[in-house]
């Protein structure tokens, strides 16, 4: 009955590497999130999809790249990382309409060696 | 988030009250929104209040908004061990659903 999920939980990877993170919600919400959260709990939105569609990009470089291949999926590739990525990555999802509360998952942690 | 800040740091005694103060620099803010996060977990929505009330009672939780002033309060009664966490203000910045978050209140909650 988990209503955000994300995996992996944990990742570790060296600089240059490729990864992916994947994203599913179950809460029939028509908007996703990626937030990134760093080591001071700074919390950042990166990009955010409304039935498929890209909405909100933040000033994110483009070695990440987000693909939401239906309205419960939203996954973010990251490519050539680097020490600075990493963090806690957060997606997220919510109704288009109001209050739209978000629903967060329980984050995956990132640490790029 | 430059435009929503917190203080960083509240501790307080078991049974006691605690409030955890936000302010804001978005005018046309519709929602705002508390978020609790405990240790390696997400964050979770406490409560929210919309922009035309002034207070929210939702048992223990009272939030209290003055949009005059851009201050946002979240009152927890009674507090708990449990309730040692981060607790996030946010506010819902435009139509498209971008929110943006204080950097974290961490409450400390002692016996």
């Known amino acids: 009955d988990t209503a955000v999920s994300q995996t992996p939980k944990y990742l570790v990877t060296q600089m240059g590497n490729d990864k992916s993170i994947k994203c599913e919600q179950n809460l029939g919400h028509d908007t996703m999130y990626w937030y990134k959260q760093d080591s001071k709990k700074f919390l950042k939105i990166m990009f955010s999809?409304?039935?498929?569609?890209?909405?909100i990009n933040e000033t994110v470089p483009n070695r990440f790249s987000p693909k939401s291949p239906d309205k419960a999926h939203l996954n973010l590739h990251i490519n050539s990382l680097e020490l600075g990525d990493s963090a806690v990555y957060f997606c997220?999802?919510?109704?288009?309409?109001?209050?739209?509360?978000?629903?967060f998952g329980p984050g995956t942690r990132l640490t790029v060696t | 988030g430059e435009d929503v800040e917190q203080s960083l740091f509240l501790s307080v005694r078991e049974g006691d009250s605690s409030v955890i103060n936000c302010t804001y620099t978005?005018?046309?803010?519709?929602?705002l929104y508390w978020y609790k996060q405990e240790p390696g977990a997400g964050l979770q929505l406490l409560t929210y209040?919309?922009?035309?009330?002034d207070m929210k009672q939702d048992q223990r939780l009272t939030v209290l908004l003055n949009k005059k002033d851009k201050h946002l309060s979240l009152r927890i009664a009674d507090t708990q061990t449990g309730d040692s966490a981060i607790y996030f203000c946010?506010?819902?910045?435009?139509?498209?659903?971008?929110?943006?978050f204080g950097a974290g209140t961490q409450v400390v909650v002692t016996p």
């Open positions: 999809y409304n039935n498929k569609e890209l909405i």
């Open positions: 209040i919309f922009s035309n009330m």
């Open positions: 997220a999802s919510s109704r288009m309409d109001s209050p739209y509360e978000q629903y």
């Open positions: 978005d005018s046309s803010s519709t929602y």
């Open positions: 946010a506010e819902k910045t435009d139509s498209w659903g971008k929110f943006q």
